[in-house]
């Protein structure tokens, strides 16, 4: 069965500072993986996602994650944070069976301090 | 207008009520989903549906019943709700060419007293 681990509950980061959020999963084969943003109040919104070819894959608002097989990660990163990251995270995983089902981590929520 | 809205986004309801939740979604996609998302747990699926003929139970489907009612309509039920059932619930579209990218509702936020 797939799952995803999260294994940092809470973050806080400064403006302008970087950050990473780190996702391990557990697939047997190759998998499909995701990152999605919620927002407070808001629905969940895909980030980035990685199906295979490049490990480092780029999204939307200047985040980017690497795939690391020989490590199961799938990490998120973004340069410099903005006051607007703070936001819960979500690592998803999904792949080879034919129900297409996701299997979600339990969530990293970000702080920003100014 | 969103693409996946959800009514109602907040409700309150008793021990006992039975409740319904709906989704609709103008995306014209075919598979719809509904999660809960407890605090620690992230989201879980409870059914899934492929189309209107198809309905599927996820991992937590117990308590719940749900109907497709069209493409685009795709319900939750709480045939009698019950106190740890209060969650935040998600629905969910994804379309047949890209299966797994799903697109989400902004959420109802249901509490069982």
């Known amino acids: 069965a797939q799952s995803v681990t999260q294994p940092d509950i809470h973050i806080t980061v400064s403006e302008g500072a970087s950050l990473e959020l780190r996702c391990n999963y557990s697939?047997?084969?190759?998998?499909?993986l995701f990152w999605y943003v919620q927002s407070p109040g808001q629905g969940l919104q895909l980030l980035l996602k990685?199906?295979?070819?490049?490990?480092l894959v780029q999204g939307i608002k200047g985040f980017e994650a690497e795939f690391k097989r020989s490590q199961s990660s799938f990490n998120l990163r973004k340069p410099s944070v903005h006051w607007s990251d703070a936001a819960e995270y979500f690592c998803?995983?999904?792949?080879?069976?034919?129900?297409?089902?996701?299997?979600f981590g339990a969530g990293t929520t970000v702080t920003v301090r100014a | 207008d969103a693409d996946v809205t959800q009514t109602p986004r907040n409700r309150i309801t008793k021990t006992g009520k039975r409740i319904m939740l709906e989704c609709s979604q103008t995306?014209?996609?075919?598979?719809m989903y509904w999660y809960r998302q407890d605090p620690g747990l992230g989201l879980r699926l409870i059914y899934y549906s492929f189309d209107v003929k198809d309905i599927n139970k996820g991992e937590i489907s117990d308590g719940y019943s749900v109907s497709r009612q069209a493409q685009a309509k795709f319900s939750l039920s709480l045939e009698s709700a019950i106190p740890n059932q209060t969650a935040l619930y998600f629905c969910a579209t994804s379309d047949l060419e890209s299966p797994y990218e799903q697109y989400f509702g902004p959420g109802t936020r249901l509490t069982v007293t």
């Open positions: 990685y199906f295979s070819g490049d490990t």
């Open positions: 995306k014209g996609h075919d598979r």
């Open positions: 998803a995983v999904g792949g080879g069976s034919n129900d297409y089902k996701l299997s």
């Open positions: 697939y047997g084969a190759t998998p499909y």
